[in-house]
């Protein structure tokens, strides 16, 4: 995240989270460009009142859609 303290350190205001101008390019090496061709999706919602899971068909025209079991 390319600040000065740890992440998680504890501050008494979020402005005081500052961010090192000299370590932007640091990682950039780490990182490359991805093309992807997403054909489904499965979406999951986990909460204590009821979870709910999707299934969505993207090769389908209209969009496929169905409800599943969590």
């Given at each position: 995240y390319q600040v000065t303290a740890a992440p998680?350190?504890?501050?008494?205001?979020?402005?005081?989270?500052?961010?090192?101008?000299d370590t932007t390019?640091?990682?950039e090496i780490n990182?490359?460009?991805?093309?992807?061709?997403?054909k489904t999706i499965e979406w999951l919602y986990l909460a204590a009142k009821g979870h709910r899971r999707a299934y969505f068909d993207l090769?389908?025209?209209p969009v496929k859609m169905k409800?599943?079991?969590?």
């Open positions: 998680g350190t504890a501050i008494d205001d979020p402005y005081k989270a500052l961010f090192d101008a390019q640091d990682g990182f490359a460009p991805v093309a992807a061709d997403v090769t389908q025209t409800w599943l079991v969590p």
